[in-house]
């Protein structure tokens, strides 16, 4: 009986051994397990950072306008005639005082010789009527002529220096008409087509032999809206600017720069926008009146503008959000109010403050909020960027 409880209690020990073994093993697997578990996580997302910038930004409107001519002139002749040559290529550039049409100048030459004629005839008349004026003087002294006499050649004397001077008016007419037979260039520009050409007659101040324009330099008309115009006119009127950037049809951005140089001084009851106008080179001649142009023209200056990344910027529905990295580099989306476009950067008027970091690449390992990530800072603004040219968003 011994011997047989010695042996279960044996098995019953060994039995009791066995299950602690079991049980080690399998808390053993569960922490390899853990470990395992715990060694795959990933890392926080890694994504691009920058600052808010502060800064001050003039912020630019885009305007439609037109190109036109200072000077657009109908050319008519002062006189009368035929044309007897038409001195100039249809769409050239010409400078002011180069002939353009010459008219038949005889009978206008024929004139000036006869005025001529007619003046020296009133000369000679001037001078004999002088001598007998002069001489009447001496003989009335000595009543040797009565005063009647002397009354008559006192006023023959009169009328030949009248006549003289009229016949030397007739004379400077004449000239004048035979200079008229040359028609000119009135000012420098380009000329559009002859719209009367050789040997057709042409009447005074009635047909319209070609019409020119001038061309450097040239205006630009664009009108700006109720709403800008008092914004855009305290500016200029603080003297900030006032260079424009002007972009014509076909060309990409704003090449060009104009100068204004005139606001119109009320605002269009009809349309309610305020005219304005700039002055645009155009040493080559390359810009012609009537084409289309784009205007870029300062309308408010922000001393101290919130600036992010176009990038960073999200949209939801009609709302526009951006994502703010806390200082424990955690994520909090964050709805903001955007206003004008400034080069790659968009002015935030409301829901940042200085010092916000916002994620500018990377926006879309964002999976919730409050997700941790890991910061790669980096620029605001891009390096071949600028903060001058701002235009609506």
């Not at 885009?62 to 100039?88: C, H, K, M, N, W």
């Not at 009354?151 to 008229?180: H, I, M, P, W």
């Not at 960073?312 to 009609?318: S, T």
């Not at 206003?339 to 970091?357: C, F, H, P, Q, T």
Request: hydrophobic share 40%; charged share 20%.
């Amino acid at each position: 009986m011994q011997i047989h409880n010695e042996k279960r209690v044996s098995t019953t020990s060994l039995s009791r051994g066995l299950g602690v073994l079991l049980i080690i093993a399998l808390l053993a697997g569960c922490d390899a397990r853990g470990e395992a578990q715990t060694a795959s996580a990933p890392p926080p997302p890694a994504v691009d950072v920058a600052t808010v910038l502060v800064e001050p930004v003039t912020l630019r409107e885009t305007f439609t306008g037109r190109v036109a001519s200072p000077q657009t002139v109908q050319l008519r002749p002062r006189v009368t005639g035929y044309i007897d040559e038409v001195a100039f290529e249809e769409g050239e550039l010409v400078e002011a005082g180069d002939l353009l049409f010459r008219i038949d100048p005889r009978p206008y030459e024929a004139r000036v010789q006869a005025a001529k004629a007619s003046l020296a005839q009133a000369q000679s008349q001037r001078r004999l009527t002088e001598v007998e004026a002069g001489r009447s003087r001496q003989l009335i002294q000595k009543h040797m002529i009565s005063q009647e006499q002397h009354d008559q050649r006192q006023a023959a004397a009169l009328n030949a220096r009248a006549q003289q001077a009229e016949a030397e008016a007739a004379l400077t007419s004449a000239e004048l008409d035979l200079q008229y037979t040359r028609v000119t260039a009135p000012v420098t520009g380009r000329t559009g087509r002859a719209m009367v050409t050789q040997g057709n007659l042409a009447s005074a101040d009635q047909s319209v032999l070609t019409t020119l324009v001038s061309v450097d330099p040239l205006y630009v008309y664009f009108d700006s809206n109720e709403a800008e115009a008092p914004s855009a006119q305290a500016l200029l009127n603080q003297g900030k600017t006032a260079t424009l950037r002007i972009g014509l049809t076909g060309e990409t951005g704003f090449p060009h720069q104009g100068q204004l140089d005139f606001v119109d001084n009320q605002i269009n009851a009809d349309t309610g926008t305020l005219r304005y106008r700039a002055v645009l080179p155009n040493p080559d001649g390359a810009f012609r009146p009537g084409q289309f142009a784009r205007v870029e023209m300062p309308v408010a200056h922000l001393t101290e503008a919130m600036l992010v990344n176009r990038k960073a910027v999200l949209a939801n529905q009609d709302r526009r959000f951006v994502y703010v990295v806390g200082d424990d580099n955690t994520v909090t989306p964050r709805q903001i109010e955007t206003g004008r476009e400034v080069g790659d950067l968009i002015v935030v008027r409301e829901g940042l403050k200085a010092g916000d970091r916002v994620i500018v690449n990377g926006t879309q390992k964002v999976l919730a909020p409050g997700m941790p990530v890991t910061p790669n800072p980096i620029a605001m603004r891009e390096p071949a960027a600028g903060n001058d040219v701002a235009t609506r968003s």
